[in-house]
């Protein structure tokens, strides 16, 4: 299936498609046109003679420099060069090209005054595979990921590096050549076009959105099998107890929940037992987790909005859109502005960090009440294992998901530093790319904590049949029930003692390619909220 940009209706799942799955992506001709109509009026700038930033000036601290005609295009060729000086590791295949598609959908506005012919060699790229090497750090996220961006763009003009199809890294020419393809000789205003914008920002945020909703999700599931196998209530997923604190996330997960356990034997067993309540971490899953969805989707609306917007600078608009209706004079149709400043992401990804390092610290606690004799159900024999004091069962999981939960404690303040740049013309900064590389880690380490839950629970589930509020053997929910099954599908049982780092490794994977997702959506015949 071709994904097709037109700069106005990217989503999420376009991003993952073309970033994970290798989908094809094309151009439309309404957006070819108005890339077209914004080349135009930068050559019409450039006939003017009228002093524009970014077309005929220097850059940062430098905009007082005027630039003769002549030089305008050496201009843009210096620009790149200097900007590619990015530092760390290489951005992963996958970023890289999140990178260039969110670049790509970008210029399609048609604000960015490049021509067509730059459009389409980054589809080019995309499309057969040519993924520039981008060192991972150096964007402060204004003006724009430039840095990074100028990593890429070093390819198009045929210097830098690229891996063809996962090839060791080529010089850009070469790359090129390998997929036959031609690199371009930048003209006015297009080197900046390529190199401002919050592409490496928007692209990370958007996979962020898909892998923290798997995680969320799978959290939901195994927050519901910990509460069947701890003989916990579903009563507190109730929707007389959501509706009366009508929070959206909140009710979603309670439906979750619900939805999960229904039909569970399990729970029904013990109904009506002596305990009047669980344990936070047990009876608060639908308000914590709840606010955790909410905090995701306060991210996603900010990247649906990113992923559509035009943000480099400065932008080329028709003369009539920016005219002055008070005056009835027409301005300037090269406006200078702050649309790549990356605050409007940087906050949100800041929050993100903060809500999935809870969504990670209920789940650890969660853990704490599976393994720890000293709170643990009477059923349940310490750490989850028979003979316990030889053996030490599920002991060290809980460590290492406590570990991970402190982890993602010291990170998550990326957007509230601000170190000045550019002598001090560019005084203030988002920090969004790091914010994002902080949100990216944060994600990863919930998948293995929620792994090690899911690890635990089914690992509770074998000694169900012992608690005294169940009689012989009693069914799962439709929905736990396939989330154990999940899990044992990859991960054995525990009898005894052995290295456990692989199970770990292969329950945190199944939160990450959204086997959970597939599981639940197989047994429920509907996925989960």
């Given at each position: 299936?071709?994904?097709?940009?037109?700069?106005e209706?990217?989503?999420?799942?376009?991003?993952?498609?073309?970033?994970?799955?290798?989908?094809?992506?094309?151009?439309?001709?309404?957006?070819r046109?108005?890339?077209?109509?914004?080349r135009?009026?930068?050559?019409?700038?450039?006939?003017?003679?009228?002093?524009?930033?970014?077309?005929?000036?220097?850059?940062?601290e430098?905009?007082?420099?005027?630039?003769?005609r002549?030089?305008?295009?050496?201009?843009?060729?210096?620009?790149?060069?200097?900007?590619?000086?990015?530092?760390?590791?290489?951005?992963?295949?996958?970023?890289?090209?999140?990178?260039?598609?969110?670049?790509?959908?970008?210029?399609?506005?048609?604000?960015?005054?490049?021509?067509?012919?730059?459009?389409?060699?980054?589809?080019?790229?995309?499309?057969?595979?040519?993924?520039?090497?981008?060192?991972?750090?150096?964007?402060?996220?204004?003006?724009?990921?430039?840095?990074?961006?100028?990593?890429?763009a070093?390819?198009?003009?045929?210097?830098?590096?690229a891996?063809?199809?996962?090839?060791?890294?080529?010089?850009?020419?070469?790359?090129?050549?390998?997929a036959?393809?031609?690199?371009?000789?930048?003209?006015?205003?297009?080197?900046?076009?390529?190199i401002?914008?919050?592409?490496?920002?928007?692209?990370?945020?958007?996979?962020?959105?898909?892998?923290?909703?798997r995680?969320?999700?799978?959290?939901?599931?195994?927050?519901?099998?910990?509460?069947?196998?701890?003989m916990?209530?579903?009563?507190?997923s109730?929707?007389a107890?959501?509706?009366?604190?009508?929070?959206?996330?909140?009710?979603?997960?309670?439906?979750?929940v619900?939805?999960?356990?229904?039909?569970?034997?399990?729970?029904?067993?013990?109904?009506?037992?002596?305990?009047?309540?669980?344990?936070?971490?047990?009876?608060?899953?639908?308000?914590?987790?709840?606010?955790?969805?909410?905090?995701?989707?306060?991210?996603?609306?900010?990247?649906?909005?990113e992923?559509?917007s035009?943000?480099?600078?400065?932008?080329?608009?028709?003369?009539?859109?920016?005219?002055?209706?008070a005056?009835?004079?027409?301005?300037a149709?090269?406006?200078?502005?702050?649309?790549?400043?990356?605050?409007?992401?940087?906050?949100?990804?800041?929050?993100?960090?903060?809500?999935?390092?809870?969504?990670?610290?209920?789940?650890?606690?969660?853990?704490?009440?599976?393994?720890?004799?000293?709170?643990?159900?009477p059923?349940?024999?310490?750490?989850?294992?028979e003979?316990?004091?030889?053996?030490?069962?599920?002991?060290?999981?809980?460590?290492a998901?406590?570990?991970?939960?402190?982890?993602?404690?010291?990170?998550g303040?990326?957007?509230?530093?601000?170190t000045?740049?550019?002598?001090?013309?560019?005084?203030?900064v988002?920090?969004s790319?790091?914010a994002?590389?902080?949100?990216?880690?944060?994600?990863?380490?919930?998948?293995?904590v929620v792994?090690i839950?899911?690890?635990?629970a089914?690992?509770?589930?074998?000694?169900?049949?012992?608690?005294p509020?169940v009689?012989?053997?009693?069914?799962?929910?439709?929905?736990?029930a396939?989330?154990?099954e999940?899990?044992?599908?990859?991960?054995?049982?525990?009898?005894?003692?052995?290295?456990l780092?692989?199970d770990v490794?292969?329950?945190?994977?199944?939160?990450?390619?959204?086997?959970?997702?597939?599981?639940?959506?197989?047994?429920?015949?509907?996925?989960?909220?």
């Amino acid at each position: 299936m071709t994904v097709e940009f037109d700069g106005e209706t990217m989503t999420v799942g376009d991003v993952v498609a073309v970033a994970r799955e290798d989908e094809p992506v094309a151009v439309p001709e309404a957006a070819r046109e108005r890339i077209r109509a914004s080349r135009e009026r930068v050559e019409d700038v450039l006939d003017s003679g009228e002093t524009v930033y970014g077309v005929n000036t220097g850059f940062g601290e430098l905009v007082d420099q005027r630039i003769p005609r002549e030089d305008i295009d050496q201009l843009q060729l210096n620009l790149v060069r200097s900007h590619a000086s990015g530092v760390g590791e290489e951005l992963p295949r996958e970023a890289v090209r999140a990178m260039l598609a969110t670049r790509i959908n970008a210029l399609a506005k048609g604000y960015s005054g490049v021509r067509e012919r730059v459009v389409d060699l980054l589809v080019g790229m995309v499309n057969w595979g040519v993924h520039p090497v981008v060192p991972a750090q150096g964007s402060l996220g204004a003006s724009g990921d430039l840095a990074p961006l100028a990593h890429v763009a070093l390819v198009l003009i045929g210097e830098g590096e690229a891996r063809v199809d996962g090839s060791e890294p080529l010089p850009g020419n070469e790359a090129l050549a390998e997929a036959d393809l031609d690199p371009v000789a930048l003209k006015a205003k297009e080197g900046l076009a390529l190199i401002n914008g919050t592409q490496l920002t928007v692209g990370l945020a958007a996979l962020l959105v898909h892998d923290a909703g798997r995680a969320l999700r799978a959290a939901d599931a195994a927050g519901a099998l910990t509460t069947e196998v701890t003989m916990g209530t579903t009563a507190t997923s109730t929707p007389a107890l959501q509706e009366v604190r009508p929070h959206d996330g909140q009710q979603a997960s309670a439906r979750n929940v619900r939805r999960l356990t229904e039909g569970s034997e399990i729970v029904e067993a013990h109904r009506n037992c002596d305990r009047v309540q669980d344990a936070y971490s047990i009876r608060c899953l639908p308000q914590v987790h709840g606010a955790v969805r909410d905090a995701l989707v306060h991210l996603r609306d900010a990247v649906e909005v990113e992923l559509n917007s035009a943000t480099d600078n400065p932008l080329v608009f028709d003369g009539d859109r920016v005219a002055d209706r008070a005056s009835g004079t027409e301005t300037a149709a090269v406006l200078s502005g702050g649309n790549f400043h990356g605050e409007p992401l940087a906050l949100r990804l800041d929050y993100l960090v903060t809500a999935v390092t809870e969504l990670a610290a209920i789940c650890e606690r969660r853990v704490d009440r599976m393994v720890n004799p000293n709170v643990q159900e009477p059923h349940l024999p310490p750490f989850l294992v028979e003979g316990s004091g030889l053996q030490s069962g599920l002991m060290i999981p809980q460590y290492a998901a406590a570990a991970l939960v402190n982890e993602n404690r010291a990170i998550g303040r990326a957007a509230a530093d601000n170190t000045p740049v550019s002598g001090n013309q560019e005084d203030h900064v988002s920090m969004s790319a790091q914010a994002a590389m902080d949100a990216r880690r944060a994600v990863e380490n919930l998948q293995t904590v929620v792994g090690i839950e899911l690890l635990c629970a089914a690992q509770a589930a074998e000694f169900v049949d012992r608690a005294p509020e169940v009689e012989g053997e009693a069914a799962h929910g439709a929905g736990t029930a396939a989330v154990y099954e999940g899990v044992r599908e990859v991960v054995p049982p525990l009898d005894a003692d052995r290295p456990l780092y692989e199970d770990v490794d292969r329950a945190a994977a199944l939160v990450a390619a959204g086997v959970i997702d597939d599981a639940v959506e197989g047994a429920l015949g509907e996925s989960l909220e």
